[in-house]
């Protein structure tokens, strides 16, 4: 497609501060100090709550003189509940600033709690409630900024602490909301790759996974942003050199910074937009309550696949750039490489081929494609998406069919 200036514009904004290094978790007191948060509430999820790596942080900080409470009431796929819940906690303990400490349920949620606690109460004058920053509306513009907040990632995949949203069930309608506010990302993010080195293998692959799908979606999306291209490129780079080392070598403290840094790579890539593969997995995720990066990785190959007549030369420089093929030509052999490789990927960490395998029943397909069609991520589809598009990828993937 030729280039026409009138589409080279855009709005770039790049992430904010990041410690980052084996043994940066000791800093934490100095992040509170920096933002001036004298009270902090830790949000993380109950399997991490007694860990050491939790209570000797909260310890640190309680030699520093920096009082932290704790709030773990939280599901592995946030729902609005959990929100309110820790406002409510927040409030209680007269906290002035969030640290968000886990995998990115636990992210999400104490991103989503910094947001709410800021605002008036929904049923107060100028209240706005969770739902009202969704993804594309405006209401933002007249809501406070959040409370401060310190982002500490125990996984490597869904780079939330290097990202403006995050998502939560409403468990009201059923539908996975993208919550948004410009003031959302993290004022600094402590990186430590230490802390992810008790992570599963399946949980270091799904992650994993799920950070190659936010830089993939990122480079393929139709909007102009040269800078996020270099971002997901160098970032699936990264998965390739060391997500296979990081999961079957979980103590390859290399390997797992690597993913780190790839990991908030992606999220950092994809304000670029993202596509397919989180429009569906987004409404499998609220009706199965199904792992988000393991559902990526299981509609990754239909949607390349689907979205190939726009993206395969931008797929064949990437399988260049990967040493995934000989050449840099826009030939087919550099797209198929690249699939090949993602399906070789799923194979070696024994990710499901088919969405039948994830437990999804196909008398849900067609809401399914309704979902997807609804979810603001499938406007940055390489492919323009409707409902019968989408309907013929999620039957694809259900029964396992790649053309």
Excluded at 167 to 179: F, H, P
Aim: glycine share 10%; net charge negative; hydrophobic share 45%.
């Amino acid at each position: 497609m030729a280039l026409d200036i009138n589409h080279l514009r855009g709005t770039w904004n790049f992430p904010t501060t990041v410690w980052f290094g084996a043994g940066k978790i000791l800093l934490l007191p100095r992040a509170c100090r920096e933002l001036e948060i004298h009270r902090p509430l830790l949000v993380t999820d109950p399997g991490l709550a007694g860990l050491p790596m939790v209570t000797g942080a909260i310890d640190a900080n309680e030699e520093a003189g920096i009082a932290t409470a704790l709030f773990s009431e939280i599901k592995s796929n946030p729902i609005g509940r959990n929100v309110s819940d820790g406002v409510a906690a927040l409030r209680a303990g007269d906290c002035d600033g969030v640290i968000a400490f886990g995998g990115g349920s636990s992210l999400d949620a104490g991103k989503s709690i910094a947001l709410m606690a800021a605002q008036p109460l929904a049923d107060a004058a100028g209240g706005l409630s969770l739902w009202d920053f969704e993804d594309g509306r405006k209401d933002w513009q007249r809501a406070n900024a959040p409370l401060p907040v310190i982002a500490i990632p125990t996984t490597a995949g869904t780079g939330s602490e290097t990202g403006r949203s995050t998502v939560v069930l409403n468990e009201d309608t059923g539908v996975k909301i993208i919550i948004t506010h410009p003031q959302m990302l993290p004022r600094i993010v402590i990186a430590d790759p230490e802390l992810t080195l008790g992570l599963p293998r399946d949980v270091t692959a799904a992650t994993g996974m799920d950070a190659l799908a936010h830089c993939l979606e990122a480079y393929c999306s139709p909007f102009h942003n040269p800078m996020c291209d270099g971002v997901a490129v160098e970032g699936m780079r990264l998965i390739k050199e060391y997500l296979p080392t990081a999961v079957a070598e979980g103590g390859d403290l290399v390997a797992r910074a690597q993913m780190l840094a790839a990991a908030s790579m992606g999220s950092t890539a994809f304000q670029k937009g993202l596509g397919a593969i989180h429009a569906m997995s987004h409404p499998v995720g609220a009706v199965y309550d199904t792992h988000h990066g393991l559902t990526n990785a299981v509609f990754m190959p239909y949607v390349l696949v689907h979205n190939r007549p726009a993206i395969e030369a931008k797929i064949s420089r990437l399988s260049a750039y990967l040493k995934l093929s000989g050449q840099a030509s826009d030939d087919a052999g550099g797209f198929r490489a690249f699939l090949d490789w993602t399906l070789e990927l799923r194979r070696r960490f024994a990710i499901p081929h088919t969405l039948a395998e994830l437990g999804v029943d196909a008398d849900d397909l067609d809401r399914l494609a309704e979902m997807a069609a609804a979810d603001p991520t499938a406007g940055a589809n390489p492919v323009p998406l409707d409902v019968p598009k989408l309907r013929l990828m999620f039957e694809d993937a259900f029964r396992g069919t790649l053309a």
